[in-house]
């Protein structure tokens, strides 16, 4: 264990303060310090349509936030427009690199949401939904897909029992055939519940839920999905805003979001003028502000920005550092503390002691 407490510029407690731990998430706090410092408080990011009469282009601006009602919000503007078809549906990602699982997380893959990719055109940070909730006695569970689009097929091996359950319930991901396969069985008494699984690729992922959404909404997609870059004959039709940055800092805080991390991250090489941007500029802006606070080497070692790897260090000393800086940042500071779990309440801290004391 290593902590250091102080109490106004008094030091009033200290143990191995300058010994380096694996921090995991704690990371962020690091990253949404460099963040809060890099961008300005009302920064929104811009997800926008283009249209050259034939095809419809996406163009993704790296907004982590991107979510169901922001394309929702495209779509209803691109129909008001009263085009009845569109051919091929084209995902313009190209503001970052290609390289979505980055060789500084954990090298092994999962399907769950903590491990989605990035991409700088991304949406309902690169999940799936789930839902199963048991049907009648011997017949399959509901299984729903949500969003639901061409993406994924959905296979249904369950079955519903009122007896004890013999065969545990299992969810299957295959992202090269894009199959998700539900099998094993659901007790008649269980309420719906809901589980999150990744997708390999975000840039089909936003393209088949968009040709969806459309589709919805009456406008036949003749043609595929594709990727591509926005030809500069094509018309700007939309423009979906992201939340301010300090709301999505709420999103990557409260839940220990790691596509965020990264995906904020990424944006701060963007800041640099790098494009396409990669991770790794973005970690060279996380270091350099704190090099700003002379925190070295020795209280910090940063690889990943979401704390998904083993390989970095910080010290309880070099963090209180970091704390210290934002606390006496009257600009910075609320915006931070908002973004924080609140024990017993909400994000990761909701179900922690409860109805206790601390709490």
């Known amino acids: 264990l290593g902590a250091e407490i102080q109490l106004g510029n008094q030091k009033i ?3 191995n303060a300058d010994k380096k731990y694996i921090p995991a998430s704690v990371t962020k706090i ?8 890099s961008f300005p408080l009302n920064f929104k990011f811009k997800t926008e349509l283009f249209w050259d009469g034939k095809n419809l282009y996406i163009k993704g601006d790296g907004d982590p936030s991107f979510v169901s009602e922001n394309m929702w919000f495209l779509v209803n503007e691109f129909v008001r427009m009263n085009i009845k078809s569109v051919q091929d549906i084209v995902v313009d990602d190209s503001l970052f690199d290609q390289v979505r699982y980055d060789q500084t997380r954990e090298s092994v893959r999962v399907d769950r949401s903590y491990d989605a990719p990035v991409g700088a055109m991304s949406f309902n940070w690169n999940s799936i939904n789930i839902y199963v909730k048991p049907g009648e006695s011997g017949q399959s569970a509901f299984v729903y897909l949500d969003p639901e689009s061409s993406y994924f097929k959905l296979i249904n091996k369950t079955k519903t029992t009122s007896k004890k359950v013999d065969k545990e319930l299992i969810i299957d991901v295959n992202q090269d055939q894009r199959v998700v396969t539900v099998s094993g069985e659901v007790h008649k008494s269980l309420a719906e519940k809901a589980y999150f699984k990744n997708v390999a690729d975000p840039s089909a992922w936003t393209g ?9 909404r009456g406008v036949q997609t003749m043609g595929k999905v594709k990727s591509g870059i926005v030809p500069t004959t094509a018309s700007k039709v939309a423009t979906s805003e992201s939340k301010n940055i300090n709301q999505i800092l709420i999103d990557m805080n409260k839940f220990s979001n790691n596509f965020v991390a990264e995906m904020l991250t990424k944006n701060l090489a963007v800041l640099q003028g790098e494009k396409p941007a990669r991770l790794a500029t973005g970690i060279e802006v996380i270091r350099k502000e704190l090099k700003k606070l002379d ?14 790897s083993r390989d970095n260090r910080i010290s309880a000393k070099g963090l209180n550092r970091v704390l210290q800086s934002l606390q006496n940042d009257f600009q910075l500071f609320p915006g931070f503390i908002e973004s924080l779990p609140i024990l017993g309440i909400d994000g990761t801290l909701k179900k922690r002691m409860k109805n206790t004391p601390i709490q």
């Open 13 to 15: 407690f200290s143990l």
């Open 30 to 37: 690091v990253t949404a310090y460099a963040v809060l410092k």
């Open 295 to 308: 925190a070295t080497n020795e209280n910090f070692y940063i690889e990943n920005p979401s704390g998904f």
């Open 208 to 216: 088949e839920n968009l040709k969806s959404f459309l589709q919805q």
